[in-house]
């Protein structure tokens, strides 16, 4: 009877799959922006990356956030030019003080 281990490095495939749903749990399965409730199942709400994935953002919670669709564009909106402008290690460390 040996207790489960679960290791997150081991199961990062895994984590993956689990990650927008744990973000979405979190948020309450609403909009962290504007509070928007999704009508129908979970599709309208989207598991958003504060420091994009390619940036070297983690799949953590604390680099999560649950955004509808309109504030998700919005996002990726503001996150662009941030990157673009001040380069990389500034755009991060913006990123990575909102990912609290
Ligand atoms: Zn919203
Ligand atoms: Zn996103």
Redesign the pocket.
Known sequence: MGEVTFSIDENEELLKTVWPYLVKLRAGFVCQVCSYKPKAGLQDI????IV?VQLGGKYTLKNGKC?CDKH?SE??RI?LPAVKTSGHTEAIGKLRKQAV
Request: glycine share 0%; charged share 0%.
């Open positions: 989207l598991a958003h990356h994009p955004l998700h996002a990726h996150l």
